[in-house]
């Protein structure tokens, strides 16, 4: 069975399920899940959000999910469990926009696991978020270039091209 | 030869479903599809949204197109603005 | 409302929720939650584990649980959410043991934070594994001494005093 | 002064219902009240057990009590070897 669970949810048909991210990653080998849950703000650089629209390529997407994974699973070893879900579409406040699970014998790799695989989706999966604010405006999120060369930034907390986000 | 391109976020509504034809010669690659893409630009899209191409990286469905890459078989190509997911 | 929850369930009457401790670190003022489960594995140092009992200080446990969500709060910060639970009693493999959720503005400190307390709880907190093997041996785990000065290995992944568990 | 002594983990089963009092000076602190306890484990436990106890804090429901502390008004102490939670 594929160690590697990687989907787009179409915000219109179904919700992100961490009890689903959770089961899936779960191995009687497996001491330690980590999962990261990504949430809709109601806030964000100071201006009041109503939802964000989520939109994907979603086949390039999957493919770079699951290089992704395999990434991972080359710095983590094969004892490795990943689910990653990503919505698409519209998402009030309090909506999940992304389920990232790690199951690994021990925690530190799990932790670890979980971090990398977030910061990689975040900086390199064609993904783009538009936020609606509650004055009627729309604005687009700058984002992170992918022209440049390909992520060496896994597994760093944070800081990217001297921005976060 | 028929180029099909499809435009992601920002971009999405500067054409008509998000889609636009280009015709290439045969032998054109990447950077010539980068750009015809930006001529096109520059006359259709809005100032700000043309000048976004710049930051754009071109896509199939299963990786980046670098400049100088031959363009995909299938003839469809993506243009990815910065990304913001998660 | 307290921001932080923390409790011993005991394994007879119920089991750890992941999806309670989700729900509680949510917050529409929230963007990133990170959830560590701790659970009970098939296998260690080599041995087939059948299951495990845990003791616990109830009450030194809760007081300390309290405790390390403080530092955590002086560390990371007001806006923050924290679920503690350990369980109690007899566990069987794939029993969830322990269940930690950290529930911030942004997901650099959810992550931060719960991998912090989840360091502290296993390094500090008054509970005790006994692991049963399919051979019918039973083994109290040699754990790590609270005699010595408290606690300044937060936030550190894995090494303590030259030993992990 | 009659301390009520609770044990756990690996020293529950040194005693019936993992409790033992002991009989000690009132003005007997921490420091006292574990070198009692040393005496009665190493007359009454098995050795790897009495031995365990070098390893071992004592604590009260609120925190850990260190060696020459006074020991807590409700007499009642706990005995806690290495933690392995998680």
């Known amino acids: ?165 | 030869m028929m180029i099909e391109i499809s435009l992601f976020g920002a971009l999405r509504e500067c054409e008509p479903g998000a889609r636009l034809q280009l015709d290439l010669p045969g032998d054109a690659g990447v950077t010539e599809l980068r750009a015809a893409l930006l001529a096109h630009a520059q006359s259709h899209w809005p100032a700000p949204r043309a000048s976004l191409l710049g930051k754009c990286a071109l896509a199939d469905e299963r990786s980046i197109l670098r400049d100088g890459d031959a363009l995909p078989g299938g003839g469809r190509v993506a243009v990815l603005p910065p990304v913001s997911g998660g």
């Open chain 1, 1 to 165: 069975m594929n160690p590697h669970h990687l989907l787009v949810v179409d915000a219109a048909q179904d919700r992100l399920d961490p009890a689903a991210a959770i089961e899936f990653v779960s191995d009687p080998a497996f001491g330690g899940i980590d999962v990261f849950i990504g949430r809709v703000r109601d806030l964000n650089h100071g201006r009041e959000v109503i939802g964000i629209s989520y939109d994907l390529f979603d086949a390039l997407a999957l493919n770079g999910f699951a290089q992704i994974a395999a990434r991972a699973q080359a710095q983590f070893g094969p004892h490795l469990k990943l689910y990653i879900a990503h919505a698409k579409g519209r998402l009030a406040v309090g909506d999940l926009a992304v389920v990232i699970a790690a199951g690994t014998p021990h925690r530190d790799e799990a932790f670890r696991a979980c971090r990398m695989v977030i910061e990689a989706v975040k900086h390199e999966s064609p993904i783009w978020k538009q936020e609606h604010y509650v004055d009627g405006d729309s604005v687009w999120s700058e984002g992170c270039s992918l022209c440049g060369e390909v992520a060496d930034h896994d597994d760093q907390p944070q800081a990217h091209d001297g921005h976060t986000h």
